[in-house]
């Protein structure tokens, strides 16, 4: 009888937490499509440096809709009461999420503000404020890039942060901008891709 409480009780907090996650990134996927939406309808004309941060977002819309996808399929297995099915759908929407949603929006949000305003001090903020907070939220133990990485975790930390940095500086002085993109993007694929083939609780 007890076994069987505590079996109803772990699927119900399953269900409340698989509901949530589900309900943050559909919200985020909706958030960064309008803003995407609204940044393309101020440009005539599209350059690359306005380009790379569109393309991240684009990308970063993905990220939160397929982990939405991914949580609502843990949800069904919530119903099936298959408690494997369900780590694993909140494993993979977490990857997702973090790394192709949060991580792209966060490094896409100063590139787009260095294109709309040549105001130094309002590109300083939006750098230093985006990176600090990344940097703070890799290394708070709360991030799931420690669960992924236990060993190396601060290296891959700051190594996105690193590359973040100099692709910033690369967009604002106009040189190996393209190339530093594509380091980054392929760097966020690798680390997402890692961490897939890690194990999951």
């Given at each position: 009888?007890?076994?069987?409480?505590?079996?109803?009780?772990?699927?119900?907090?399953?269900?409340?937490?698989?509901?949530?996650?589900?309900?943050?990134?559909?919200?985020?996927?909706?958030?960064?499509?309008?803003?995407?939406?609204?940044?393309?309808?101020?440009?005539?004309?599209?350059?690359?440096?306005?380009?790379?941060?569109?393309?991240?977002?684009?990308?970063?819309?993905?990220?939160?809709?397929?982990?939405?996808?991914?949580?609502?399929?843990?949800?069904?297995?919530?119903?099936?009461?298959?408690?494997?099915?369900?780590?694993?759908?909140?494993?993979?929407?977490?990857?997702?999420?973090?790394?192709?949603?949060?991580?792209?929006?966060?490094?896409?949000?100063?590139?787009?503000?260095?294109?709309?305003?040549?105001?130094?001090?309002?590109?300083?903020?939006?750098?230093?404020?985006?990176?600090?907070?990344?940097?703070?939220?890799?290394?708070?133990?709360?991030?799931?890039?420690?669960?992924?990485?236990?060993?190396?975790?601060?290296?891959?930390?700051?190594?996105v942060i690193g590359l973040g940095l100099l692709l910033c500086l690369a967009?604002?002085?106009?040189?190996?901008?393209?190339?530093?993109?594509?380091?980054?993007?392929?760097?966020?694929?690798?680390?997402?891709?890692?961490?897939?083939?890690?194990?999951?609780?």
């Amino acid at each position: 009888m007890k076994e069987h409480k505590d079996n109803d009780s772990r699927f119900s907090l399953y269900a409340t937490q698989v509901q949530t996650y589900a309900s943050f990134s559909g919200t985020m996927a909706a958030v960064v499509m309008f803003f995407t939406g609204l940044i393309l309808s101020k440009f005539e004309s599209l350059d690359i440096s306005i380009k790379v941060p569109i393309a991240f977002m684009i990308i970063s819309i993905f990220g939160f809709l397929y982990s939405a996808l991914l949580y609502a399929n843990a949800a069904q297995e919530v119903s099936d009461r298959n408690g494997p099915g369900i780590r694993k759908g909140i494993f993979l929407g977490d990857i997702v999420s973090e790394y192709l949603g949060v991580y792209l929006l966060v490094i896409s949000i100063p590139l787009v503000i260095n294109v709309i305003t040549p105001d130094f001090f309002l590109r300083t903020v939006t750098i230093v404020s985006s990176l600090a907070g990344l940097c703070l939220y890799q290394l708070s133990h709360f991030s799931i890039v420690e669960r992924h990485f236990k060993s190396n975790h601060r290296f891959v930390a700051l190594l996105v942060i690193g590359l973040g940095l100099l692709l910033c500086l690369a967009q604002v002085y106009g040189v190996y901008f393209v190339p530093l993109s594509t380091a980054f993007g392929i760097l966020i694929l690798a680390i997402a891709y890692s961490a897939s083939k890690s194990k999951h609780s």
